[in-house]
């Protein structure tokens, strides 16, 4: 159960990104490598747990997967891998540990509100 | 009116900058540090309590550093060996952090030692997310577990730049299937040196530590190694 320490680290570190006077957040994008081995549903889970009582209580989480990209040195090129449990080109199966992408966790941008608060009464 | 504004932080940037500073600390003290991970009950206790004899024996002054959830077992366990050994207690917790390294490393030496095991706490899915700033991760899988588990919890072995296989002396008795679970760990980890030992027969053991003493302390398939 990681994903209560990623979901906590996602609200702290929003929180610490956010301005004394910054409008509401509405949404935090995140793209979570499927090599990080975070479950969604258990982030969703615990992002809601870790944003009570802070200023991303009503902001809501969205999750992008990013799967995994190898360079294949045969190839010469980057790859997309079908899956996470087979580290070989899938044009021609050269194998390879080089990964370029699907391995992160990262915030990548906040949606604001930027209506003032209060300002439709 | 919503407005998109860009942020681009990694999630584990406060680890992962904790782990890089680490990483500089043992390369600054020209310490080899791994960092072992498997499921519960893979006997990493058992090896690295020989692996630790036979260091001491041979005048190495390695050092352990241990998580579990609870208890201080494994680190009353381990210092029979005559090492430096420190256990962390995560109350609960299913990994080690870069934090909880660096504050038990306090007081000690790193000049003076040798080699620095961390043991991970018992788990395939958490741990492999976390950089601890080591050199060289080991991932152990023990012959009483599934040849194919490779393959069901990649992320774990990709990750590992040594593959342990544990237990093997009663590989016969649970007619374990070598060819099976060499291939499974080949498709997720192409590169990884593997190595059979068994605690209890003391195979395998020295050259463990040799492959441990002789990694450099900088590298390795960790998060960002391009950084270190």
Redesign the interface.
Same mark, same amino acid.
């Given at each position: $159960?990681?994903e209560l320490?990623?979901a906590h680290?996602?609200v702290s570190?929003?929180v610490e990104?956010l301005p004394e006077d910054a409008?509401r957040v509405?949404e935090v994008r995140?793209r979570?490598g499927v090599?990080?081995?975070?479950v969604p549903e258990a982030l969703t889970f615990a992002y809601d747990v870790a944003a009570h009582g802070t200023r991303l209580a009503d902001a809501a989480l969205h999750i992008e997967r990013a799967p995994v990209v190898v360079y294949c040195p045969t190839c010469e090129a980057e790859m997309l891998l079908a899956?996470?449990? @087979?580290?070989?080109c899938p044009a021609c199966g050269t =194998?390879?540990?080089d990964?370029r992408d699907g391995? @992160? $966790?990262?915030?990548?941008?906040?949606?604001? @509100? @930027?209506?003032p608060i209060g300002a439709t009464s | $009116?919503?407005?998109?504004?860009?942020?681009?932080?990694?999630?584990?940037?406060?680890?992962d900058l904790l782990a890089r500073s680490l990483r500089a600390t043992y390369t600054e003290a020209g310490l080899p540090v791994s960092n072992w991970v498997s499921s519960p009950g893979t006997g990493k206790t058992a090896l690295l309590e020989a692996l630790l004899t036979e260091a001491v024996n041979g005048g190495i002054c390695a050092a352990a550093l241990v998580g579990d959830c609870a208890t201080d077992n494994d680190a009353q366990r381990l210092a029979r060996s005559g090492a430096p050994v420190r256990q962390i207690v995560t109350e609960g $917790?299913?990994?080690l952090?870069a934090d909880m390294i660096s504050e038990h490393l306090v007081d000690w030496d790193l000049n003076s030692l040798d080699l620095l095991v961390i043991e991970n706490v018992g788990n395939l899915?958490?741990?492999?997310?976390?950089d601890l700033g080591e050199s060289t991760r080991v991932a152990l899988l023990s012959v009483t577990e599934g040849e194919d588990k490779?393959?069901?919890y990649?992320?774990?072995f990709?990750?590992a730049d040594v593959i342990v296989l544990t237990k093997v002396d009663i590989a016969d008795a649970v007619e374990w299937r070598r060819e099976e679970a060499y291939a499974a760990l080949?498709?997720?980890? =192409?590169?990884a040196r593997i190595i059979e030992t068994s605690a209890r027969r003391g195979h395998g053991v020295s050259d463990l530590l040799a492959t441990l003493m002789s990694s450099t302390p900088v590298g390795g398939?960790t998060?960002t190694p391009q950084e270190a």
């Open positions: $159960m990681h320490s990623v680290a996602i570190t929003v990104a409008p509405l995140v979570i090599l990080s081995g975070i899956g996470t449990n @087979d580290f070989h =194998p390879s540990n990964v391995k @992160d $966790m990262e915030i990548v941008s906040l949606v604001l @509100d @930027d209506e | $009116m919503t407005r998109v504004v860009e942020l681009k932080k990694g999630v584990l940037e406060k680890n $917790m299913c990994h952090e899915v958490c741990p492999s997310g976390f490779p393959l069901k990649p992320q774990i990709h990750s080949r498709q997720v980890n =192409p590169v398939n998060l």
